[in-house]
C-alpha cells in the first residue's frame, strides 16, 4: 500500500504544493470545486482503510460520512456558527462511535454476507433521517457553517475569503490524514491488517485476534469518514439524506478503483480524477454518466492497477559485458 520508490513521495509532495498555489490563479468556482474534491478524497481514503488495506468492502461507509454532516448541524442548528474546534471533535465522536456499534455487529459476517449487513445499516441511518422530521427531513436543512475561532477569538473572513479558508483546511485535513495513515500502514497494526486481507486464517493461527483488529480499523476508517462528513457541512451549509445513501458509499469505491486499489493514495488521485471527469463530461454532452462509466470502465480494463499504476518509462542500460572471474583462465584445463 505504501510507495515503494522515493519518485512517489516527491511527486505527492509537488503535488500538495501545487494544490496549495491553485486558488492564487484561478476563479473563485475552481476553489469551491477543489474544496469539494478533497472532501471527497477524504471520504474515499477513509474507506481505502477497510478495502485496500484490510479486504472488507463495505457499501454503509456512507452512513459515518452523514451522520457527522448531521451532528454539526445538530450542534449549531440555525445559531450563529460554534468553532471548528468543538464540531469537528463532536462529528468524529458520533461517527467513530455509530462505526462501533455496527463494525461489532456486521464483521461477525464474512464475504457477501459483509457487504450486504453494512448496506442494511447504511440503509436504516438513511431512513431515519429520510422518514422523520430530524434534520429536515426529504428536503434536508441548512446549518450556521463552523467558524475558525478559538475561545473568544475569530479569524477575521470577508464572503469572498471563506471558501478559500475552507479549501485550505480541506487540503490540510486531507495531508494529515494520508500523512497518519502512512505512520498507522508502517506500524504493526497496519502489518497485521495487511496480512488479514492475504490470509486471515493464517493471522489467526498466528495469535492475533483478528476480529479485534477488523473491528479497529472499521471504528478508525468510521471517525475518518466523520472528519469528511463535517467538512462537507462546513463547505455547503447543507444537510440532507442523499449523504448517507449507499450512493455515496458507491461513489468512493469507484474513486478506489479509479486511482488504485492498491496504493495508499490511490484514492486521492481517483477522487481529484472523478471530480475533474465530471466537470469535463458536464461540457461535452448532457449525459455526464455514460461519459463517467465509460471512462472508468476502460480505466479499468487497460489500467488494472488504476492511475496510480501508471509508473514513468526508465531509461534502458545496456547490460555489462560478462567478465570471467579472477582465476578462471588459469583453471582451464590445458589440452
Known amino acids: 500500500m505504501l510507495p515503494q520508490s522515493k519518485t512517489v513521495p516527491v511527486m505527492l ?5 501545487v494544490l496549495a498555489a491553485l486558488p492564487l490563479f484561478v476563479p473563485g468556482y475552481y476553489v469551491e470545486l477543489g474544496s469539494y474534491a478533497f472532501i471527497a478524497a477524504m471520504l474515499a481514503l477513509s474507506l481505502q482503510l477497510l478495502v485496500g488495506c484490510t479486504g472488507l468492502v463495505s457499501l454503509g461507509h456512507a452512513a459515518f460520512y452523514g451522520l457527522a454532516a448531521y451532528t454539526v448541524y445538530l450542534v449549531t442548528g440555525n445559531g450563529a456558527g460554534r468553532s471548528i474546534f468543538v464540531t469537528l471533535p463532536a462529528a468524529v465522536a458520533v461517527a467513530a462511535l455509530a462505526a462501533l456499534l455496527v463494525g461489532s455487529l456486521s464483521l461477525r459476517t464474512r ?3 459483509f457487504l450486504m449487513v453494512t448496506l442494511a445499516f447504511g440503509q436504516m441511518v438513511f431512513f431515519l433521517f429520510h422518514d422523520t422530521k430530524l434534520g429536515g427531513g426529504t428536503d434536508g436543512a441548512f446549518l450556521a457553517r463552523p467558524v475558525l475561532s478559538i475561545f473568544d ?3 477575521p473572513l470577508t464572503r469572498r475569503q471563506r471558501p478559500i479558508a475552507v479549501y485550505y483546511v480541506a487540503l490540510a485535513l486531507l495531508v494529515a490524514m494520508y500523512l497518519g495513515l502512512v505512520v498507522l500502514m508502517r506500524s504493526m497494526f497496519g502489518r497485521v491488517l495487511e496480512g488479514i486481507r492475504v490470509n486471515e486464517h ?31 457541512a462546513m463547505h455547503r451549509g447543507f444537510v440532507n439524506p442523499e449523504l448517507i445513501g449507499w450512493h455515496r458509499s458507491a461513489e468512493a469505491l469507484l474513486m478506489i478503483l479509479l ?4 496504493t495508499l493514495h490511490g484514492p486521492i488521485i481517483g477522487a481529484l480524477a472523478y471530480t475533474g471527469l465530471g466537470e469535463v463530461a458536464q461540457l461535452i454532452t448532457e449525459r455526464k454518466l455514460l461519459v463517467e462509466g465509460l471512462v472508468i470502465l476502460f480505466v479499468v480494463l ?3 492497477k488504476g492511475l496510480s499504476g501508471i509508473s514513468l518509462p526508465r ?11 579472477v582465476g578462471a583462465a588459469e583453471a582451464r584445463p590445458h589440452g
Open 13 to 17: 509532495g509537488l503535488g500538495a504544493l
Open 111 to 113: 464475504g457477501f454476507f
Open 153 to 155: 477569538w475569530q479569524l
Open 202 to 232: 493464517r493471522m489467526s493461527a498466528l495469535g492475533f485476534n483478528t476480529y479485534r483488529y477488523k473491528l479497529a480499523a472499521f471504528v478508525i476508517a468510521g471517525a475518518l469518514a466523520g472528519v469528511a462528513g463535517h467538512m462537507w
Open 259 to 262: 486511482g488504485g486499489l492498491t
Open 302 to 304: 487497460v489500467l488494472p
Open 315 to 325: 531509461r534502458s542500460r545496456k547490460p555489462a559485458p560478462k567478465t570471467p572471474p
